[in-house]
């Protein structure tokens, strides 16, 4: 053999991808970039759930302190802004007022009942409306403003006789 005809002989490389092995490769990255998609989509999801439950939870915690201050015999409904947030209440009483005692279980100034609020808070783009439900004391002051001896309390505390004023 002539060293022309060993020079056609020898098998030649090729340098760079073939079209099959462009389509392989884009098909294996393509494959890899979707679970990695699916994946952050996931994330995301999760992510915008804690968001929706925190908003919901820092909802509920003003609207519950601001419900102590809620006297529902005198407002059995209302509404009110906490900032972003709308809350609204309408109270029922699950008894009727009794007179309230004190430590020697005589009659005290207050009527009392146990009442059951619904509260619905909403804030439009974060939260969407939902109600909650609470149980708390409604009380009213009466005109039983006695003293433990039963005497009429005076508005005025410089009005009280302290028993010593006169006795020289």
């Known amino acids: ?4 005809a060993r ?6 490389t090729a340098h760079g991808f073939t ?8 098909v294996l990255l393509t494959t890899a ?25 820092a909802a509920e915690l003003n609207a519950l302190e601001f419900m102590k201050t809620v006297n529902p015999m005198e407002r059995p409904e209302g509404q009110i802004k906490l900032g972003e947030i709308h809350v609204n209440w309408r109270s029922r009483p699950l008894q ?22 619904e509260v619905t808070l909403e804030s439009a783009p974060k939260l969407a409306a939902y109600t ?21 309390i005076s508005r005025n505390p ?8 006169g006795s020289r």
Do not use: C
């Open 1 to 4: 053999m002539t060293p022309r």
């Open 7 to 12: 020079q056609h002989s020898v098998v030649r």
């Open 19 to 26: 079209l099959l092995e462009a389509i392989v490769a884009l």
């Open 33 to 57: 970039g979707l679970a990695l998609f699916s994946w952050m989509n996931a994330s995301f999801d999760g992510l915008n759930r804690i968001e929706q439950s925190n908003a919901r939870a």
């Open 96 to 117: 009727s007022p009794v007179a309230n005692r004190n430590d020697a279980r005589e009659p005290g100034p207050f009527m009392v009942a146990l009442y059951e609020t």
């Open 132 to 152: 909650i439900s609470l149980r708390h004391f409604g009380y009213k002051r009466t005109g039983a403003d006695l003293d433990v001896f039963g005497d009429p």
């Open 158 to 165: 410089s009005a009280r006789s302290t028993g010593t004023a």
